[in-house]
Each structure stands twice: as C-alpha cells, then as structure tokens.
C-alpha cells in the first residue's frame, strides 16, 4: 500500500500526478488526510481523502509520499503521524517520495536526508544531506523531486521502485 498524505496547501500536479500513474499503473495507494479528510489545496481545489491520517496501517505500507506546496509542506510537518511515518520507513527500508518543498522541509531533521543525494524547490534545502538541483534524484529508498514541472518523472520514478518497471505507462513518457 501507498500512503499519500495531503495537507492543506498541497500543490495539486505533486500529488494527482504522481497518484494518477500509481494507479494507471495498478499499485494500491490511498490518499491520507492531515487533520481530517477534507483537503484544500493550494490552488483551492477540494479534495475528499480516502482515508484520515488516524487510519493509516504502517505495516502495510510500500511508500510514503509527501507532495510539496505551501502552506502544505508546513501543515505535513506539524502532522505527528507524518513523523511517525517517516520513521517507520527509515527503521523498516521503505520508499519515501517527497517533492517541492517537502524533501527540504518535511524530511529535515528526521534523518531520511544523512548521507543521501536528494533535490527540492529551491529556498527549502535542508542542512543535511546533499543537496543536487537535479529535477528528480533517486538515492536508495529515498526519491526526490524539484517542483511540478517534474510531477510526472516523480511519479515514473515511484512506479518502477514500487514495481521494477513502467512499461505499461509507456504512453506517458
């Protein structure tokens, strides 16, 4: 399972796009509501989660995604389960996604970045890790990304670690 957490202020495109080529690609992943399951992006777009924060099932999980945009990064990080998922996922090696302004923010100091090559929006790099610029940056279990210009190689990078492959999303790439 794949857990896409929202918060208010997400950026639209870093998570439906990413979410859209999970499922087109047959993963099971749920968006997760942060502070309740009615969601407002940053463009006001009004999103109804899937399930509450309050309802994610570690022991389940493939990947933990965390979509940028502001305030949602801020709002992502102040989520206790979010925290919580971070280090579930750094303690059993499981993916974790992160986009925009959430590698730099959401990820500080919680030691998904230590020793690893990671992007974010620029103005959001964190005092750990190693900051590249690159539009999207794969180092092991931890998957980056710049913004939403880069929203479908994000997503094209999350299938094939859930997975091994895209071919089935050949059409979009």
Not at 94 to 116: D, F, N, W
Request: a negative charge.
């Amino acid at each position: 399972m794949v857990f896409v957490f929202l918060a208010d202020g997400f950026e639209d495109m870093e998570a439906v796009v990413p979410f859209d080529l999970m499922k087109r690609a047959g993963i099971e992943a749920v968006t997760v509501g942060t502070g309740g399951k009615n969601i407002e992006s940053a463009h006001g777009l009004s999103v109804t989660a899937e399930i509450d924060e309050s309802e994610v099932d570690f022991s389940v999980a493939e990947a933990f995604i965390f979509p940028g945009g502001w305030p949602g990064a801020k709002n992502l990080k102040n989520s206790e389960t979010v925290n919580n998922a971070v280090k579930f996922a750094l303690d059993n090696d499981i993916i974790i996604g992160a986009i925009c302004a959430s590698p730099g923010y959401v990820l500080s100091g919680t030691g998904a970045l230590l020793g690893k090559n990671y992007t974010c929006f620029p103005g959001f790099e964190a005092e750990e890790g190693n900051y590249t610029a690159n539009d999207i940056e794969i180092d092991g279990k931890l998957i980056t990304a710049n913004g939403p210009q880069s929203a479908v190689k994000f997503g094209l990078a999350l299938v094939k670690a859930i997975k091994g492959d895209t071919e089935e999303l050949s059409a979009f790439y």
